[in-house]
């Protein structure tokens, strides 16, 4: 379980996060939503550990894990992909992945460096191999020798959560999945979505897309000016009157 309290964020004179409280139960997909600027990339950052908490704490499994580095909570088992997509277009689709299952085996095993020759070239075959079950699992293990700049909108979007699942994650943290993609590939990135939660991982989601996040929130926490505004099911927060009134009205329309 990952509970985050009465957490601030503050950047000079801005109040990113300004007191947030959440509770998200593990193997769920947990959806953070709300108005442009709420604060839901930002508390992704100091979840990751990207930005130190002002003050307030964040506990997993009981844990404090508040202003940990970046390195130490993926280790802990937090993964995540990010809003501005983070691919290194030059290299190839797979390498894209192995940097994750690099970081992944460095994190775990601090003596991997001083392993001899011959089982960091199995270790090599082995993510190799880890990697490309993953692209296949994404439906991309035919690209996988392309470079990451060949590949669709749609695609990068795909790649960036399979090298997040190469860390192997207790908790992936997806930043905006859907966002810029079509019909077609929200609906594929919906059954992504599902089937990493099916298979143990916890997911919190960042989505404007609320036909996405209807679909496929066991909870939802909403966010606005860096405070909470409401927090339930799907079913809740559709009719939940003053997030109908802040933002939502239009959009859950749009959706259902
Ligand atoms: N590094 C930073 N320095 C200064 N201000 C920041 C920084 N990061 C975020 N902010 C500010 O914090 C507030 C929350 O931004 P944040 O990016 O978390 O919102 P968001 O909910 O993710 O919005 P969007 O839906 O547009 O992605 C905004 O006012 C933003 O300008
Ligand atoms: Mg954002």
Redesign the pocket.
Known sequence: MLVIRQLKKK?GG?T?LDGINVTVATEQIHAII?P???????LFNVICGQYAPSSGSITWHGQEIGGLKPEQLAALGFARTF?NLQICQNMSVIANVMIGAHLQQKTRSPWASMLRLPRLARDEAGLYAESLDLLRSMGLAHQAESPAKSLSYGALRKLEIARGLALRPRVLLLDEPAAGLNHTETNDMTAIIRRIAASGITVIL?E?DMKLVMALADHITV?NY?KNLADGDPGTIRSHPEVLAAYLGSEIEAAS
Request: charged residues 5%.
């Open positions: 950047f801005v990113a709300g442009n600027g709420a604060g839901k990339t930002t809003q960042v404007h966010l860096g």
